[in-house]
């Protein structure tokens, strides 16, 4: 009996130990080694990514186990042999991930930990690799989630909330509780799915924090202080007067400009074609359909609607006598391929389908489908209809589509080939996704096919669109990969709340604003976004939103924030795109942005602005010293804090403490502390003077050259600089300096010898210099163009002409003193034609081998001097509060 006994004792010790080893080891990773996938891998490694990059998934078990190209990623309790612990502690020259950085040596060792202890926690997965998922095949295609339509959700009542909430708290509690999060639909499902695992949800948040949440989702722009007071003091209760002021802001023009920019995003808007050789890469008056969107959403124009005009709008509105022509942009102003048909096709297809249906009918182009029912035929079969789909330019606006006349067949293109012709196929809608197979046979079919995507029955158009709404609004989607609701999709956790928003959305009219202000008002939007430590136990990525997500503003809100507080806002409503990066700075919104497809300025790439190559559901959101170092060191933040600092200072001038409570009111819509006002204060007062701004060293600018005398009568800087140089104004030839330009390595000479062009350069100090320089002009026509190095003191040093032809212009043993001008100065000779140069030098100080290299130090814009005022009204801009909503 004793044996037994011991040995039953044994038993239940080893049983429940390993019960609560294997609890350790799940909870490990759930807190230590999945947020680390998540922020470094998942982007390119997860069923949300896509077609994963080395066909590895490392969201699920079978995924890390199973592997991908490479094999398996980790074999559990053998951390040396899975490649994964190679890459991300580098050891491997060629596989290093993640590519950003290298991850730090005590985050490696709890990876290295986690896989010698059975690599425990990771969900199940599908039990296959991402190669092996199986094909959901048509027939079968019921059996996916969003592949069935949409059900209405049984609403729990009060008291099932009050039973659930009673296993957490006193009855008391939990009436309290129920009542105060349960007035919606939404809130009630949600709250019973938080309940169910042990979740309550966060209280609500100040009215401060509530109304900058509105002001920022709903127009992209912050609240004054002014308007912050007015709702804090509104007297009805807080649903109450949020309601109001959720009405209020739809109806502002700003409305239509913020979701506008959303939408710009699904539609990849771009001013300008990408790459076409020596075409014209402009889309003249691209601008028209951002327009467009503007006023759509600002109307609140029904969602089916809104579809229904961006795919067909030609056929409702075919002289644009109701202003609808523009939509056609959805389809029209994507990349150009260098005119590749196919090409083009295969992007408007990816538009349209992933970005109104959350439907991959792209990866059909060359073979069935891997993962969805979607097959080669249902992909040729959309392909006809934009083949029938002709661009006819001109008025009333260039870039619309018109059915052909002629209908021509679609053939299966066998792998992809255009010279691979397969089976014809009739231009129709996706098969398992339609009730019958009937082709369509109005023109082209684009009115037809827009009728498939909005009809009721389509189980997919209504969730994309309010999960892509929800997504803006709670800053995480209910569906983690909004534009690819397929076959590697699982269901949303949240898939009622998904489904009752969807069906809500239909009955109310396909109205974008009712669901806006549906999910404004309930409960789940106005909670507080601060961590409960027992919620993150739990639910670490608030997957049902126990708290609002903290989130950061967007570039275009940034920008526009920063331009409204410093008073600098154009709120001017549509209208050409302008380029906001080059100087003279733009004060128009940033929805208008001149967006350059084959030059996106990296100003917009730093803030993680959408690339316009192809549709992008969501924008990543990075980190890097890039964006510090904007707001810190640009011209454009330093003229702002300069402005609003004399704005201040012109109105609160009696004291450095009243100068100081302004500036934070302005800018932060709040007064200081009073830990912030004395070092504010400090900051004034530590120095009475500016910043120092260093001399520059070059410049650039134009001048009379008298060739006779070989002087040069005058000297002024070009006053505009544009993404290709220093020149006269925006556009060349400039009415006033005609075609004077200067770039890095060279320019284009003035329209006659008042407008010479010159590189000036500045000496630090006394030596002796060589200079060593190539002048080519290039063209095969015109008189060539006219160099000439001028010293201060003596005049003309050397002078060389090229005219269809590279001249060397090297100098040397030329004394210099500190602060004296050398100029490089090329003129037109007689004729201004033909006059595109490049000149380039290198000048060397003789004894110390110091350098400066024109074609590396083209200069920027002449810097103002910030005194101490500025110093603050910059730091203020540059700060968390001013870059996060919460």
Request: proline share 6%.
């Amino acid at each position: 009996m004793r044996t037994a006994a011991f040995c039953l004792l044994g038993w239940i010790a080893v049983t429940f130990g390993s019960r609560a080893a294997a609890q350790d080891s799940v909870e490990f990773y759930r807190q230590r080694i999945e947020p680390v996938l998540k922020k470094s891998c998942f982007e390119c490694h997860s069923h949300a990514s896509g077609e994963a990059s080395g066909q590895l998934m490392l969201d699920s078990a079978s995924g890390l186990t199973g592997g991908g190209t490479r094999g398996p990623a980790i074999v559990p309790g053998k951390p040396d042999e899975g490649w994964l612990l190679k890459a991300i502690s580098y050891a491997d020259t060629d596989l290093q991930m993640p590519p950003t950085g290298k991850l730090p040596d005590d985050v490696i060792e709890l990876f290295r930990k986690w896989i010698a202890d059975g690599a425990q926690g990771a969900p199940a997965g599908s039990g296959m690799s991402a190669s092996g998922i199986k094909r959901l095949m048509p027939e079968q295609a019921q059996s996916h989630w969003a592949y069935r339509a949409p059900q209405a959700a049984v609403i729990p009542s009060r008291e099932e909330l009050l039973l659930l909430a009673r296993t957490q708290a006193s009855q008391e509690e939990a009436s309290a509780l129920v009542d105060s999060f349960a007035e919606s639909r939404i809130d009630r499902l949600i709250l019973a799915e938080q309940l169910a695992v042990g979740l309550t949800p966060s209280p609500m948040a100040d009215r401060r924090s509530l109304a900058r949440r509105v002001y920022y989702d709903l127009i992209g722009l912050p609240p004054t202080e002014a308007q912050l007071s007015a709702f804090t003091a509104d007297p009805r209760p807080t649903p109450a007067a949020l309601t109001a002021w959720v009405d209020s802001l739809l109806a502002s023009p700003h409305f239509g400009e913020r979701f506008a920019r959303y939408w710009m995003d699904i539609a990849r808007y771009a001013d300008t074609k990408g790459y076409v050789f020596q075409e014209d890469r402009e889309y003249k008056q691209a601008y028209r359909y951002r327009d467009w969107l503007i006023s759509a959403f600002n109307e609140a124009l029904p969602y089916d609607q809104f579809v229904r005009a961006q795919l067909a709008a030609d056929r409702a509105d075919p002289n644009n006598e109701h202003g609808q022509l523009p939509a056609l942009g959805f389809l029209t102003l994507g990349r150009r391929f260098l005119n590749n048909k196919n090409d083009i096709i295969d992007d408007r297809l990816d538009v349209v389908t992933r970005g109104l249906m959350g439907m991959t009918l792209a990866c059909a182009r060359c073979h069935d489908h891997k993962y969805d029912p979607v097959s080669q035929a249902d992909y040729y079969s959309l392909y006809g209809v934009f083949q029938n789909s002709e661009e006819p330019g001109g008025e009333p606006w260039p870039h619309r589509l018109k059915d052909a006349e002629s209908i021509k067949p679609a053939h299966i293109l066998i792998r992809g080939s255009p010279g691979n012709r397969g089976d014809e196929v009739p231009p129709r809608f996706v098969r398992f996704l339609s009730s019958d197979e009937t082709s369509f046979t109005d023109g082209s079919g684009r009115l037809e096919l827009a009728a498939k995507i909005t009809n009721r029955d389509n189980p997919l158009t209504a969730r994309v669109m309010v999960n892509r709404i929800w997504l803006r609004l709670m800053g995480a989607s209910l569906v983690d990969s909004p534009s690819d609701l397929g076959a590697r999709c699982p269901p949303p956790k949240l898939q009622k709340v998904l489904d009752d928003l969807a069906i809500e959305f239909m009955d109310a009219q396909w109205d974008i604003k009712y669901l806006v202000r549906r999910l404004m008002t309930s409960a789940v939007y106005q909670q507080l976004s601060v961590d409960r430590a027992s919620a993150v136990a739990i639910d670490a990525e608030n997957s049902l939103y126990w708290r609002m997500n903290r989130r950061r503003v967007d570039f275009e809100t940034l920008r526009d924030s920063l331009l409204q507080v410093t008073g600098q806002l154009d709120e001017r409503v549509s209208g050409p795109s302008e380029k906001i990066h080059e100087v003279p700075f733009s004060n128009r919104r940033t929805v208008y942005a001149y967006i350059d497809r084959q030059n996106l300025p990296g100003l917009f790439r730093n803030f993680d602005v959408a690339s316009p190559d192809s549709h992008s559901p969501i924008r990543l959101q990075t980190t890097v010293p890039q964006q510090g170092l904007y707001l810190l060191n640009s011209l454009f933040i330093g003229k702002l804090a300069t402005h609003v600092e004399q704005l201040v200072g012109a109105r609160h001038a009696p004291s450095d403490t009243e100068r100081a409570r302004a500036m934070f009111s302005a800018i932060l819509a709040r007064q200081p502390d009073s830990t912030e006002l004395e070092a504010a204060l400090a900051l004034i007062h530590q120095t009475d003077g500016t910043v120092p701004i260093a001399s520059p060293r070059w410049l650039c600018g134009y001048g009379h050259f008298d060739p006779e005398q070989n002087q040069l009568l005058s000297f002024a800087e070009l006053p505009y600089l544009g993404d290709n140089g220093w020149r006269g104004g925006s556009q060349l030839p400039d009415s006033k300096l005609g075609w004077c330009l200067l770039t890095k390595t060279g320019g284009h000479t003035g329209n006659d010898l008042q407008h010479a062009v010159v590189r000036r350069w500045i000496a630090p100090h006394d030596g002796t210099i060589s200079i060593k320089g190539k002048l080519n002009h290039k063209a095969e026509a015109g008189d060539g163009v006219r160099a000439t190095i001028l010293s201060s003191p003596q005049g003309k040093v050397e002078q060389w002409q090229a005219k269809h032809q590279e001249q060397r212009t090297n100098v040397t043993g030329l004394s210099v003193k500190a602060g004296q001008a050398i100029d490089l100065v090329t003129d037109c000779v007689g004729d201004p034609s033909h006059d595109s140069f490049e000149w380039t030098v290198r000048i060397q100080y003789d004894s110390t081998g110091e350098t400066y290299d024109s074609s590396k130090e083209l200069p920027g814009p002449k810097l103002e001097p910030m005194n101490a005022w500025s110093q603050l009204a910059q730091a203020l801009l540059a700060s968390n509060e001013f870059a996060f909503i919460d």
